[in-house]
């Protein structure tokens, strides 16, 4: 059983174009995220949510919009699709807080706007 | 501002030797330690985490980490590399004063045949 997971697994779009990534958990985690991971391998948290509310909504432009259906799901949304958007996007679960406990993690959405 | 140093980029290493990944952070307390490992084309796997107690963790894969404070480093070991240990390794540090959870930027192991 995958734990976390989340779908396309490859995503190649043009600009300007709108598309969704999807995620759910079956963890019974009560906190998800989005990272979005560059070239170089960085991490950076994009956005949180602890019972479908949002807890951290980090400098990320207002193109990027998630949404939390329920406390096992978390899509993300990119309107106007541009070069700088190309990356992995990760979604990860976790019990508590997230910076006092162990993330899960999906296996990504590698994500080429051309 | 908290940060996380992982000195290497990338480190070669026989099959068969030892491993030691350096991780250092700037934090005035005690924070929360992790390792995480990505094998290519995956997500992040926690390798093993430090919270308080006894400053020689173990975790997954053989690894262990050693939280020593006065010299701000939580380094990963593992005494004998495989081949299927080669991936990126990234290193956490969880801060409760500001609630931020920072990551080093990534080592990556290459084993030599």
């Known amino acids: 059983d995958t734990a976390v997971s989340q779908t396309p697994k490859y995503l190649v779009t043009q600009m300007g174009n709108d598309k969704s990534i999807k995620c759910e958990q079956n963890l019974g985690h009560d906190t998800m995220y989005w990272y979005k991971q560059d070239s170089k391998k960085f991490l950076k948290i994009m956005f949180s949510y602890n019972n479908k509310e949002l807890i951290i909504n980090e400098t990320v432009p207002n193109r990027f919009s998630p949404k939390s259906p329920d406390k096992a799901h978390l899509n993300l949304h990119i309107n106007s699709l541009e070069l700088g958007d190309s990356a992995v996007y990760f979604c990860?679960?976790?019990?508590?807080?997230?910076?006092?406990?162990?993330?899960?993690f999906g296996n990504g959405t590698r994500l080429t706007v051309t | 501002a908290q940060s996380v140093t992982q000195p290497d980029i990338h480190i070669t290493v026989s099959e068969g030797a030892s491993l030691e990944l350096r991780c250092n952070y700037s934090?005035?307390?005690?924070?929360?330690l992790f390792w995480y490992v990505q094998s290519p084309g995956q997500g992040l796997q926690l390798l093993l985490k430090y919270f308080s107690g006894d400053t020689l963790v173990q975790g997954i894969k053989g690894f262990e980490a050693e939280f020593k404070r006065s010299q701000s480093s939580f380094n990963l070991r593992k005494p004998s590399v495989h081949w299927s240990d080669a991936a990126e390794y990234f290193c956490a540090v969880g801060d409760d004063s500001n609630y931020q959870l920072i990551w080093g930027a990534g080592t990556k192991l290459i084993i030599k045949p």
């Open positions: 990860a679960s976790s019990q508590g807080g997230f910076y006092n406990s162990p993330l899960h």
């Open positions: 934090y005035g307390a005690t924070p929360y």
